[in-house]
């Protein structure tokens, strides 16, 4: 494409409409510099959507797949390990979402009466660490901390203080996995989430808070007439956000369950992998891609729904 | 009119040291106990045989430092080449007068909304013979829609007026690229760098998909094997089993505690261009 013969010309033009093949060539660099882009979406997004067609077939990958229609979204449906895979992913992605963003908000509401600059900066650095940690590195650390043994911390002081006599083997405990999930989930991300609910205080117009004062309204009467409104957009964003990515929940399960907590910890996409990769007999991979298109339908509905809910509560969609 | 300190604002320093000390502990006792060479019980301030056998054994042992060089090359690599799609596509997406380009946008926006899941992706890798090659590990997190339209809304905050003149001065779209757009952009290319470096580093669910020849393992995968006690490396020089793992677990995390203190700022930046808009 050669703009220089064009010139001045050209630049005006593109106010008005041309026509397509003038366009088309103006455009040529640009359709150029899109092609890898394409080519990164095709191969890793679009070729393993025309996959999800192995949902009704069987196949094993040995032999030539043999279609079946619904079988297995009928076996699915009679699978205990199904449903209680598909309540787990619920369970956990809701109740991680509505406590991290709870402990966010709070949290911020205290950075943002800190008085000392400094101090706040330090104490915001420390919050935020453990986002940059990986699921693994996370899983290892508790792993080791709240291990049964004797060099596990938690169970070492516990003992020495007499509060319990023997170790607990809290991530591997049917009635530990689920709090200690949780808990880790709030030590990891919840200094994180405070960043956008920090953005959204600092924007509040402090003219505001003084008027108060000079009204006589204390900390708390500012805090539920002028902070939490202010706030209350942005929580709803932050749910709204999630809750579309409510499905998406594999490596932070999947780094912290073992079989002893199957029941209490297995979500979707850890029982497609272990359906799949671990179940020792041939997988059929027809059976699991069922399950996972499953997923995504439910998940594609929550996105939809979501950005629905987005539009009308901040006039904008989410995708 | 500054007012005087109350007790509340004293109780609030008090819980946040708490808070900073609930966060940190569990790092911290990681950190102690890999410079112990005596299996530490309980919590201690100081280790109570100090050695850096730990750290030795580490990167003397092949079968963890390679892991380690895997994690640095598909870092650097993935990260550069994720700029690249990533740019180059949120460049072609402010075209807003290019035929097709709402087209291009959907076809984008799509694979946020559904995607064909993690058996037909497989399938997909493996009848391309990229299973057990770094090429997957690398290539299949360039391309990140998210990481897109954030670069996307940073362009588009870059005046019109400056593409303009850039043309009539005879630039082609890819002069204007290179010479006008990237280096105005540094500050959202240093910030979504950032994030595709640590998403790179931390890397566990693309390994464990894709990759079973363990000579191709990252640091994650390996120090995953050496945590759940399934490959448990050789300590040498007086480190015992529990040092080395410890050990692990810090040259894991170290590469971004050293950067995080400089970079805090990028890394807020990225989340507040996504914050402001989608």
């Known amino acids: 494409m050669n703009t220089k013969k064009k010139g001045p010309a050209a630049v005006a033009a593109g106010n008005q409409k041309r026509p397509l093949l003038v366009s088309l060539r103006y455009y040529k660099g640009f359709y150029l510099m899109f092609l890898p882009v394409l080519i990164f979406a095709i191969v890793f997004h679009y070729l393993p959507m025309f996959g999800v067609r192995y949902a009704f077939y069987t196949y094993k990958g040995i032999k030539e797949p043999v279609f079946v229609g619904l079988q297995h979204f009928e076996k699915m449906m009679k699978m205990s390990g199904f449903w209680n895979a598909f309540g787990n992913t619920i369970t956990l992605s809701v109740i991680k979402l509505l406590l991290n963003t709870f402990m966010a908000v709070v949290l911020s509401l205290m950075l943002n009466e800190l008085r000392s600059a400094t101090f706040k900066k330090v104490t915001q650095t420390i919050v935020y660490l453990p986002h940059f940690m990986s699921w693994v590195v996370t899983a290892s650390v508790f792993t080791l901390i709240l291990s049964p043994s004797d060099a596990g911390l938690i169970n070492a002081l516990m003992v020495k203080f007499g509060i319990v006599k023997e170790g607990i083997y809290f991530l591997g405990d049917k009635n530990w996995w689920r709090p200690m999930f949780y808990i880790i989930n ?64 594999f490596e932070s399960v999947f780094v912290m369950q073992n079989d002893a907590v199957t029941q209490k910890s297995d979500v979707l996409h850890t029982y497609i992998y272990t359906q799949t990769f671990n179940s020792g007999a041939l997988p059929d991979y027809g059976y699991t891609t069922a399950v996972g298109l499953t997923a995504s339908l439910v998940g594609c509905a929550l996105v939809l729904i979501c950005n629905k809910a987005s539009q009308k509560v901040r006039g904008r969609g989410i995708v | 009119m500054k007012k005087k300190a109350t007790a509340f604002d004293y109780a609030l320093v008090v819980i946040f040291i708490l808070i900073s000390i609930i966060m940190i502990v569990p790092i911290y006792k990681v950190l102690i106990d890999s410079l112990d060479l005596k299996t530490a019980y309980g919590m201690k301030l100081f280790p109570e045989r100090f050695g850096m056998a730990g750290y030795v054994s580490v990167f003397t042992n092949p079968t963890l430092y390679k892991p380690f060089l895997v994690s640095c090359l598909t870092t650097v690599v993935g ?22 380009r709402t087209l291009f946008a959907n076809l984008m926006l799509f694979t946020m909304i559904f995607s064909g899941g993690m058996i037909p992706t497989y399938l997909v890798m493996k009848t391309l013979h990229l299973t057990n090659t770094l090429l997957v590990v690398i290539l299949m997190p360039a391309i990140n829609v998210y990481n897109m339209v954030l670069m996307r809304n940073f362009f588009e905050g870059i005046p019109d007026s400056l593409f303009e003149s850039a043309e009539i001065d005879g630039c082609s779209p890819m002069g204007i690229f290179l010479k006008i757009v990237l280096p105005l952009s540094k500050a959202a290319l240093t910030a979504i760098g950032l994030m595709y470096a640590v998403s790179y580093w931390n890397d566990y669910t693309h390994y464990k998909l894709y990759i079973t020849n363990d000579n191709l393992y990252n640091f994650q995968m390996k120090l ?19 040092t080395v793992k410890n050990a692990a677990v810090i040259v894991a995390i170290l590469p971004f505690m050293i950067i995080y203190p400089f970079c805090q700022k990028y890394f807020i930046q990225g989340v507040n261009i996504g914050a402001v808009k989608e």
């Open chain 2, 79 to 100: 990260t550069i080449t994720g700029l690249t799609i990533a740019t180059l596509g949120a460049y072609v997406l402010i075209q807003w007068k290019m035929p097709g």
């Open chain 2, 224 to 242: 995953r094997s050496v945590i759940m006690g399934s490959d448990l490396p050789h300590a040498i020089g007086g480190a015992t089993e529990n």
């Open chain 1, 186 to 249: 709030v030590w990891k991300d919840t200094g994180w989430g405070t960043i956008i609910f920090i953005a959204t205080l600092s924007g509040i117009n402090p003219e505001l808070y003084e008027a108060a004062s000079m009204d006589g309204a204390g900390r708390l009467n500012k805090l539920r007439f002028i902070t939490m409104p202010a706030l209350s957009n942005t929580i709803i964003t932050v749910l709204i956000l999630n809750l579309a990515k409510v499905m998406n929940l």
